[in-house]
């Protein structure tokens, strides 16, 4: 997975690239835990580039939805297709994010 | 069959695993390939608790018209437990048998907890059989 993110004023973009493993999902809780128990609570997450997600990466996203929302922000994903779209409707988690194309 | 105790051992089999997979029908094995990841994720993290002096093993039979994937742990059985509970949908953990269950055709647990086996019937209209 390649991860790359840029921040202005309370929001937080990320843009994921490859595949997101369980190894994946513990740097990516690593860093975007430290924005969300900072001052930012708007998160876009990139997701054009992502062509698999597994269960620790959805509940990477999942954690930093359930802490934005404590801090009235929102995670909005962004651009899932195939596999990775088929694998939050599968899950329901299309109901949990806020989904843009 | 492959054997691994760590997630960084796991890592370095996937693209060989995939490409086992994917002799038969690309489109079939990515499918396939998710269940076998979250089953591998279950075993080294809830059966083998990441104990790496513990082994994963993981077995992909193949039939003329269907795979049989077995994943074994040297823990001490969490299988049944697991796959009784329904996932909550602001749960952050625990979707790794609801996955399996939907991409696979059907799946056995054995009597101790510490395997599961489940079997990707090939569709021959667009795949190649064995």
Known sequence: ?101 | MYSFSSFAEFATLRDSIKKELAQSCEEDALRLFIAINEGVNNAIFHGNKEDITKKVYLTIAKFPHEMQITIRDEGEGFLHSKISETTELWQEDGRGLELIKYYVDSFSLNEKGNEITFVKKINTDYCKAF
């Open chain 1, 1 to 101: 997975m390649e991860i790359s993110i840029s921040t202005n004023t309370e929001e937080v973009i990320v843009t994921l690239v490859g595949s997101i493993y369980v190894e994946d999902a513990a740097v990516l809780r690593e860093k975007l835990i430290a924005f969300v128990e900072s001052e930012y609570k708007q998160f876009f997450i990139k997701l054009h580039g992502v062509d698999y997600i597994d269960s620790s990466g959805l509940g990477v996203l999942v954690a930093i939805q359930k802490k934005a929302l404590q801090k009235n922000g929102s995670v909005t994903l962004v651009g899932a297709k195939g596999v990775v779209k088929e694998l939050l409707e599968l899950t329901r988690l299309n109901q949990v994010f806020r989904m843009q194309s």
